[in-house]
């Protein structure tokens, strides 16, 4: 049996987990430990117009990564597996970025490609799942991978930069419901974008992320998250939530525990980005999935170490 802690840094938030590996004759078995941590540290605010991280989310990094170490230790993990997403693909301070990894934890980050990326949560969501084409959104902070296929592993993977964060920060998203003017014109390029996707082939539609959790739970009826839960939600209530988010001030978010703080000032992109998914989709409803990238980082971890056995 093998301890292994993994961390996936995305653009708004960074997470952390670890889980017991062992091994048998039909294959890696994983038991979660330390359930799943996260810390919202908007390590890509404005790394779409700078291309930089700031010396500010530098430091919010630090700060969540010195908790995780804590963690890492107490519960002994012998292996430490650290991915790194879209902000870091695109910033020109990488080294910086890499510095504080290696000097907190002691380890190299990997940065994933869009692909990777796209690989790793379809596979984590997907595992099991009966042999049907699915789509697989994985709606992040910087970028959105939009994986397809049948089995446990996609034949198709697109990242679009279409995240959350960028979307907010591109189109100028203030602290009040989204003005008429500024949500056509992200619309219309979220649109654009997704023409790259064939969304429509698919006969399953799974969603994950936080931005889809928050929508999919208040769908629900749901005031609060429940960790490790599916949702089917039917497409009609989801566009309805994602009009609701859209149409609400961050004075007005404070009254819904579902959605944290520093979500607040990105959730309303989320949910124009998970609008227009669900608009060009056929399907009558979908499936949240609380399954994330970085449950396929473990996955494909414990794939790595049974190869070395």
């Known amino acids: 049996m093998v301890r292994v802690a993994g961390i996936d840094c995305g653009t708004n938030s ?12 039909f294959g890696p078995k994983i038991e979660i430990v330390v359930p799943r941590k996260v810390w919202t540290i908007r390590l890509g605010e404005g790394v779409d117009e700078t291309r930089l991280l700031s010396p500010y989310a530098l430091r919010r990094l630090k700060g969540s990564l010195e908790s995780f170490k804590q963690d890492i230790s107490a519960f002994k993990a012998e292996k430490l597996r650290f991915v790194a ?57 910087g970028s959105t991978e939009f994986s397809i296929g049948e089995g446990d592993v996609p034949s198709f993977v697109k990242s679009l930069d279409i995240g959350c964060v960028r979307i907010a920060e591109k189109f100028g998203f203030g ?32 969603g994950i992320s936080g931005s889809v959790a928050v929508v999919s739970f208040m769908a629900a009826g749901e005031k609060e998250f ?14 309805e939530a994602c009009e609701k988010l859209m149409g609400m001030s961050e004075k007005e978010m404070e009254e819904y525990p579902l959605i944290p703080p520093l979500r607040r000032k990105v959730i309303r992109a989320g949910a124009l980005i998970w609008a227009q998914v669900l608009l060009s989709s056929p399907l009558h409803s979908y499936l949240f999935s609380d399954a994330a990238l970085l449950d396929g980082v473990i996955l494909d971890e414990a794939r790595r170490l049974l190869r070395q056995c």
Do not use: H, W, Y
Not at 19 to 25: E, G, L, R, T, V
Not at 94 to 110: A, C, Q, S, T, W
Not at 226 to 239: D, N, T
């Open 14 to 25: 960074v997470k952390m987990e670890i889980a017991d590996i062992s091994f048998s004759p």
């Open 85 to 141: 997403t879209s902000a870091v693909r695109d910033a020109k301070n990488e080294d910086d970025f890499r510095k504080i990894v290696e000097e907190v934890l002691g380890v190299e980050p990997e940065i994933l490609t869009g692909k990777g990326e796209g690989r790793l949560g379809f596979e984590a969501a997907c595992m099991g799942m009966k042999e049907e084409k699915k789509l697989l959104v994985d709606l992040g902070g």
């Open 175 to 206: 602290s009040d419901p989204l003005p008429v003017e500024k949500r056509e014109k992200a619309e219309s390029f979220v649109q654009k974008a997704m023409k790259e996707v064939p969304i429509f082939s698919a006969r399953r539609l799974i």
């Open 226 to 239: 429940s960790p490790s839960k599916k949702l089917e939600i039917e497409r009609e209530k989801g566009l």
